[in-house]
C-alpha cells in the first residue's frame, strides 16, 4: 500500500477526462527523498500520482481521480493533454543504472492495480519519451519494458514476419501510438528507446518488425 504524501500540484481533470494511459518516468535526481520533496514543493509545479523508491517503497502524492502534472507537452495517438488522460508514476532511478528488483515489483503491483481500476489496456501503459520524443528519454534505455509485456502489463509485440518495407515506417508508428512531432531520426530514436534500446545505425528490418509488430494504439 503507497504512503500517502500529498502534493499541492494538481488539479481537475479537463473536459470530462478520466485515465486511459500510464505514463513512467524516471526521476533523474539524486534519491527518492530529493525526488519526493521537489514533486509536493509548490514552487515546481510538478507532480506525479505515484512515486516508487528503489527499495519498493512507494508513495502516492496525487488522487488517481485528479490531474497531476508529470506529463507536460506532447500527445499520443492523436491527443494531448496528456495529463488528464494519464496516470503518472516516476521511478526513482538516474536513467544511467538498471532499476532495482524491489522497484520493478512494486511497480508491477501498483500497475496492476492501476489497469483493473481503470480498464486501462497494456498499451496504454508508455514511457515519457514515447509522447514527447526528443525532449524527454525517461524510463531510458535501462529500463526493462520486456518484463512488463511478459506479465500483461505493457504492450507485447507480436513476431512479424517479413518485415514491412520502409516505407511504412512513420504509418506504422503512428497506428501504434507515436504521433508527436518528430523528423525521421528522432522518432527512429525514440522507438528504439522503447523497443530496441541496444541498436544503431539506419532504420533497419529489425526495427520494422518490432513495430509492426505492436498493437494500435
Not at 527499495?55 to 496525487?62: C, I, L, P
Request: hydrophobic residues 45%; contains cysteine; negative net charge.
Amino acid at each position: 500500500m503507497p504512503i500517502w504524501h500529498p502534493s499541492p500540484n494538481f488539479g481537475p481533470r479537463r473536459d470530462g477526462q478520466r485515465p486511459s494511459l500510464v505514463v513512467l518516468h524516471y526521476t533523474a535526481m539524486t534519491g527518492a527523498a530529493a525526488a519526493l520533496e521537489r514533486l509536493c514543493d509548490p514552487a515546481a509545479e510538478v507532480s506525479a500520482h505515484y512515486l516508487i523508491g528503489q527499495d519498493g517503497t512507494a508513495w502516492q502524492m496525487v488522487d488517481e481521480d485528479m490531474r497531476a502534472w508529470h506529463a507536460g507537452a506532447g500527445e499520443w495517438a492523436g491527443q494531448g493533454d496528456v495529463n488528464s488522460r494519464s496516470i503518472g508514476i516516476e521511478l526513482d532511478n538516474t536513467g544511467a543504472h538498471p532499476f532495482a528488483e524491489p522497484q520493478m515489483a512494486a511497480l508491477e503491483t501498483l500497475l496492476a492495480g492501476i489497469l483493473a481500476r481503470h480498464a486501462i489496456a497494456p498499451s496504454g501503459v508508455i514511457g515519457h519519451s514515447d509522447m514527447a520524443p526528443g525532449r524527454k528519454a525517461d524510463p531510458g534505455p535501462r529500463f526493462d519494458w520486456a518484463r512488463l509485456a511478459r506479465q500483461g502489463l505493457a504492450a507485447a509485440p507480436r513476431a512479424v514476419s517479413p518485415a514491412p518495407a520502409p516505407e511504412e515506417f512513420r504509418t506504422l508508428a503512428r497506428r501504434a501510438g507515436f504521433t508527436a512531432e518528430a523528423d525521421d531520426a528522432l522518432l527512429l530514436a525514440t522507438l528504439r528507446l522503447r523497443l530496441r534500446p541496444w541498436a544503431k545505425g539506419p532504420l533497419c528490418a529489425e526495427d520494422l518488425a518490432a513495430l509492426a509488430g505492436l498493437p494500435a494504439a
